[in-house]
């Protein structure tokens, strides 16, 4: 069979890369895909989020599976308008999809369902003064979130109530342009994070292991916000009876909840969750695989990915989760660590067109892949960068220490004078 992937970032080589594994797969097609993918299969120039180009795309190859790997093209309505046409879609609808989407839909389906999240509220243009208000009802920190899609980067956490204000105003003003034009302030939980991703075709579901992303640009996690600066796989803080609960009362109300109101959930979900004293409670809902998480998840697979994919875009996986957990071989999943090099500047301005080298140096070290991201190649040739998260390098292990050191090794391999890294990427299971 051959699969069309949509996008053109870390967590697409990834999926790329595992998918061309697949005995299923002939050939793996990418659209617009980058450097690295292009070495798997096929890449295709187009706009992933332009429903135009992707179905004349898709009528000319003709896949037998496309799997939309970033959240535009599911905001767009892609993934509607191929299934319409006859085309099996891993990945939501337009209205499932409005859990990563709208911050505002999705907690008001979880205040719905039931589903334990912090307690919030919404507001749009004009309501300044009514935000303020609520803001200083709240206890410090505070969480101000973009209603709407912001690469990664619509979420501040202000320490004072005087930046809270200041930052509330500025966001409904335009910071995030459409993504804050309405705007989603919730209390602080306290506590630790942990992603947890459910391939699911709406009523069945198999869970990966959990994972845990580094969202702060710097070590310990300091200064802004960005798309993510490494994860590692599989997260202790997610296990036993945190794992059992974050099912019970999280996923399963959800699939069931967005069932019952006509908007069934198939595709990936991703749980953002904050680990409390009280239990898992829900940071947030994406649409699709992390990243950096995917790069760490998809390394760490010992098995077949490709039918549970196809189960799930086909209403093929209720009743059948075991034997597609078999064929993914979860038992047997390596430890993984991915570790993300940066442009200097990021996630504000920087350079591109930098020179990197090493990569396929850092590909050769025992357990080591290098997935690309915001890449290209200039005129000579040359791997330059071109976006601000570039590289993904990421590694399996027996333990997830031998993990960690893999991928630190690959990173001193890569010679990117322009490129930036965390240094501590799971840093809290070190230290225990």
């Known amino acids: ?6 996008g053109s970032g870390g967590r697409e080589h990834a999926l790329a890369w595992k998918i061309a594994q697949s005995a299923l797969v002939d050939q793996v097609l990418c659209a617009p895909g980058n450097p690295g993918m292009d070495e798997i299969g096929p890449c295709f120039d187009i706009d992933p989020s332009n429903v135009e180009q992707v179905v004349k795309l898709v009528l000319q190859v003709e896949p037998d599976l496309i799997v939309i790997g970033p959240e535009a093209p599911l905001a767009a309505g892609v993934s509607d308008v191929l299934r319409a046409r006859g085309f099996d879609v891993f990945g939501p609808s337009q209205a499932a999809a409005q ?15 039931g589903v334990p999240t ?13 935000a303020e208000a609520f ?5 410090p920190p505070y969480v101000l979130k973009a209603d709407g899609l912001a690469a990664g980067k619509g979420v501040s956490i202000l320490s004072t109530l005087e930046e809270a204000k200041a930052e509330a105003r500025t966001m409904l003003g335009g910071k995030f342009g459409n993504a804050s034009a309405n705007l989603v302030i919730e209390e602080f939980m306290a506590g630790e994070e942990a992603s947890l991703f459910v391939i699911t075709d709406g009523e069945g579901a ?4 959990a994972a845990q992303d580094h969202k702060r640009l710097g070590e310990g996690d ?4 960005t798309g993510g600066m490494g994860a590692y796989a599989p997260a202790p803080v997610l296990t036993g009876d945190m794992f059992t609960r974050a099912v019970r009362d999280i996923v399963e109300p959800m699939l069931a909840g967005m069932a019952a109101d006509g908007m069934p959930y198939q595709g990936v979900l991703y749980v953002g969750l904050m680990i409390t004293e009280t239990g898992p409670k829900v940071v947030e809902f994406n649409a699709r695989f992390g990243d950096p998480e995917c790069q760490a998840l998809m390394a760490g697979l010992a098995g077949d990915i490709v039918p549970a994919l196809l189960a799930a875009a086909t209403q093929g996986l209720k009743g059948n989760e075991a034997a597609f957990e078999a064929l993914l071989d979860l038992e047997n999943f390596r430890p993984a660590v991915t570790v993300i090099l940066a442009s200097e500047g990021y996630p504000y301005k920087y350079d591109k067109g930098q020179v990197i080298a090493g990569v396929e140096a850092a590909g050769k070290i025992e357990g080591v892949e290098v997935f690309q991201a915001g890449t290209d190649r200039n005129g000579n040739g040359d791997l330059i960068n071109s976006g601000g998260r570039v590289l993904a390098v990421t590694a399996i292990g027996d333990t997830l220490e031998t993990a960690f050191q893999r991928a630190y090794q690959g990173v001193e391999v890569i010679d990117w004078p322009g490129g930036i890294h965390r240094r501590d990427i799971g840093w809290r299971v070190r230290e225990k």
Do not use: C, Q
């Open 99 to 113: 859990l990563e989407t709208s911050k505002a839909f999705s907690k008001e389906r979880m205040v719905k369902y």
């Open 222 to 225: 300091s200064g802004p916000n």
């Open 206 to 209: 198999i869970y990966l292991p």
């Open 135 to 139: 803001l200083e009802s709240l206890e």
């Open 118 to 130: 912090a307690a919030y509220r919404a507001f749009g243009a004009g309501e300044e003064d009514e």
């Open 1 to 6: 069979m051959n699969i069309l992937i949509l």
